[in-house]
């Protein structure tokens, strides 16, 4: 089956610099990225989300790219504020006729002021 | 636009009790999810529905864990007997194009 690796499981970062979180997957036919929120004791909010026939979107402050070839996707997250700070997971979505979501292990985010 | 509801927010049981999650999706979505997401852990899908039909139940422990969406609407997830291993959060999602999913706030099972 699927296989979504999640790379760094924390990320420490000052208010203002920029995050980067990158999610490598295992099968070619995937086709939908998408990228979630997580606070503590929350539901998962989704925050931005990729389909294999776009490389990369952006959403103000956050963007994911995707490299179909390397079979990895990457969230950016520019000016960082302490809201910021939370668990994010990445998904795939395998291409059958009803999407089914395989989320990564998650990252840790903690922007200090 | 409301979202996905999910009753109870907590439950605690002792293992080999039996419990049951309500969930009541977003109007209009087709597609159920029930997940499990242990601490730590990212979600895990454990059964999908597509109106009141399963799509996937691939991982299901279907030994303890069983699911119904009967009129394509609401869905129970019921655990019985519980384990140990079973404290996780049960997380319901629902989609309308079975892409983008929408959670509920889950229910916090702790098994003693």
């Known amino acids: 089956g699927e296989n979504v690796e999640q790379h760094p499981s924390t990320l420490s970062v000052q208010e203002g610099d920029s995050a980067v979180i990158k999610c490598t997957y295992s099968?070619?036919?995937?086709?939908?990225f998408p990228w979630y929120k997580q606070e503590l004791g929350k539901r998962p909010q989704l925050i931005i989300d990729?389909?294999?026939?776009?490389g990369e979107k952006k959403d103000q402050r956050i963007a994911v790219t995707l490299n179909k070839t390397a079979k990895h996707f990457s969230l950016h997250i520019t000016e960082t504020q302490p809201e910021d700070s939370a668990v994010y997971f990445c998904?795939?979505?395998?291409?059958?006729?009803?999407?089914?979501?395989?989320f990564g292990t998650g990252t840790r985010l903690l922007v200090s002021p | 636009e409301a979202g996905v509801a999910q009753s109870p927010r907590y439950k605690i049981i002792e293992k080999r009790q039996s419990v049951a999650f309500w969930c009541n999706p977003i109007?209009?979505?087709?597609?159920l999810y029930w997940y499990q997401q242990i601490l730590g852990q990212g979600p895990k899908l454990l059964i999908q529905?597509?109106?009141?039909?399963?799509?996937?139940d691939s991982q299901l422990p279907k030994d303890r864990f069983s699911a119904e969406r009967l009129k394509g609407v609401d869905s129970t997830l019921k655990i019985q007997p519980a384990k140990l291993e079973d404290s996780a959060v049960y997380l319901c999602?629902?989609?309308?194009?079975?892409?983008?999913?929408?959670f509920g706030p889950g229910t916090r099972l702790t098994v003693l």
């Open positions: 998904a795939v979505s395998l291409n059958t006729g009803f999407q089914k979501l395989v």
């Open positions: 999602a629902s989609s309308p194009t079975g892409a983008t999913q929408y």
């Open positions: 109007s209009g979505h087709a597609t």
């Open positions: 099968d070619s036919a995937s086709n939908y």
């Open positions: 990729i389909r294999s026939n776009v």
């Open positions: 529905f597509q109106n009141n039909g399963v799509v996937d």
